[in-house]
């Protein structure tokens, strides 16, 4: 089984709607993390969380919003999605030092 | 201000052959670095790790090459594989608990 998860694995949503990326991983790690990656670009880090009580903000986290659930459990909502956010999410969770990411979440908002 | 690059968006090679992907740091506080494979579909997947106490570091038909001096990292792959064919991100650890990413280099591999 994989070590993250995310669901959905693919979401095509309407301009103004309000949408939730969920993630879970099995690692015990307590960090965890969410990015977004546009065709031909790196990753960009929104949102990251080092524990339960500690969620901060990314380079691009306007638009978007977190909540750490528990510490497996990490999720990205969008509250009112715009085209521009159409993209690929991807959750990552980190041991020591390495982070292992997600199968990602392919979004499409028309 | 940070960043992480690389030399090249694409990288052609024929099968067999030995593979260098290039990427260039800024900050020189930072002291942990990943190489990442992302096939298509797929979240990026750990390759290798170094940290800035090494200049090399092997793994299976990979190594990873730190130049401290000009700020360079490298990530040869030998006898490259039609399952090598990906986009390799570098990426460093800034100290800040994140991790900052390049661009990424498309590697195809010719049969």
């Known amino acids: 089984d994989a070590d993250v998860t995310q669901t959905p694995r693919n979401r095509i949503t309407k301009t103004g709607k309000r949408i939730m990326l969920e993630c879970s991983q099995t690692k015990g790690h307590d960090r965890m993390y969410w990015y977004r990656q546009d065709p031909g670009l790196g990753l960009r880090l929104i949102y990251y969380s080092f524990d339960v009580k500690d969620i901060n903000k990314g380079e691009i986290s306007d638009g978007y919003s977190v909540s750490r659930q528990a510490q497996a459990k990490f999720s990205l909502s969008l509250e009112s999605a715009i085209p521009n956010q159409t993209a690929l999410y991807f959750c990552a969770s980190q041991g020591a030092d390495t982070q292992y990411f997600g199968p990602g979440t392919r979004l499409t908002v028309l | 201000g940070e960043s992480v690059g690389l030399h090249l968006p694409t990288l052609s090679v024929q099968e067999g052959d030995n593979s260098i992907i290039n990427c260039a740091y800024s900050?020189?506080?930072?002291?942990?670095f990943i190489w990442y494979k992302q096939e298509s579909g797929k979240g990026p997947q750990f390759i290798i790790d170094?940290?800035?106490?090494?200049d090399k570091r092997q793994g299976q038909r990979v190594t990873v090459l730190l130049n401290k001096t000009v700020k360079h990292l490298s990530l040869q792959i030998a006898a490259t594989q039609p399952g090598d064919s990906a986009v390799y991100f570098c990426?460093?650890?800034?100290?800040?608990?994140?991790?900052?990413f390049g661009q990424g280099t498309e590697l195809s591999v010719k049969p």
């Open positions: 990426a460093e650890n800034n100290q800040g608990g994140k991790l900052i």
């Open positions: 900050n020189s506080a930072s002291d942990y």
């Open positions: 170094i940290r800035s106490n090494m």
